[in-house]
């Protein structure tokens, strides 16, 4: 079975400095691996996408996961966070081929101080 | 905008009440899902169709039921409501069913069970 494990439930960081948020999966089949925001009372927006092409996966404001098939991870970094970044992400593992079903990690809240 | 409309956007009910929460699909969209989003379990996949067929199954009880209509909005029904019912419920969707199509977002229905 796929699952995804977020490893901090918490981070802070201050305004203009790197962020990186830990993910690590388990999958049986090469996996499709996902991060989606949350903003507060908001939807979910996806952020960046792996399907299996190219390992290192570029993402809408600045943000970029590195897929590690070895380590099994999927960590998501921005190299200088904003004020607007402070949400709640998760890190989402697609269940199976054929379908849209997604498996989401438990989320990391993300703070950042001025 | 994630182009996906979820109505209400509140909903208080009593336990044993039965409620109908609305989910308008992006233009195009032909699959829905259903996800539930709650403190204890975090986000859990509910329901999927595609096209008004039901797609894929996850962790919906039996008190819920969904549909997909022919002009593709989706109704999920929450009957004999619990006080854990109470979550944050999302509709998501996306061109195709499967996990290689993104999934986009409403803003969820929040549903208090009193």
């Given at each position: 079975a796929q699952s995804v494990t977020q490893l901090d439930s918490h981070v802070s960081v201050s305004e203009g400095t790197p962020v990186l948020l830990r993910c690590n999966y388990s999958s049986s089949y090469s996996p499709s691996l996902f991060w989606y925001v949350q903003h507060p009372n908001k939807g979910l927006q996806l952020l960046l996408k792996y399907t299996s092409a190219a390992t290192l996966v570029k993402g809408i404001n600045g943000f970029e996961a590195e897929f590690k098939k070895s380590e099994t991870s999927f960590h998501l970094t921005k190299p200088s966070a904003h004020m607007s970044d402070a949400a709640e992400y998760f890190c989402v593992v697609s269940?199976?081929?054929?379908?849209g079903k997604l498996i989401f990690g438990q989320g990391t809240t993300l703070q950042v101080k001025p | 905008d994630s182009g996906v409309t979820q109505t209400p956007k509140h909903l208080i009910t009593a336990t044993g009440q039965r409620v109908t929460l609305r989910c308008s699909p992006r233009s195009g969209d032909l699959s829905v899902y259903w996800y539930q989003q709650s403190l204890d379990q975090g986000l859990q996949f509910l329901i999927q169709y595609y096209n008004g067929e039901e797609r894929a199954k996850g962790n919906i009880l039996e008190r819920f039921s969904a549909q997909q209509f022919p002009d593709l909005h989706s109704e999920l029904n929450l009957s004999s409501l619990e006080l854990g019912d109470s979550a944050l419920y999302f509709c998501a969707s996306s061109v195709v069913g499967s996990l290689n199509s993104p999934l986009h977002f409403g803003n969820g229905t929040r549903l208090t069970v009193t």
């Open positions: 269940e199976a081929a054929g379908t | -």
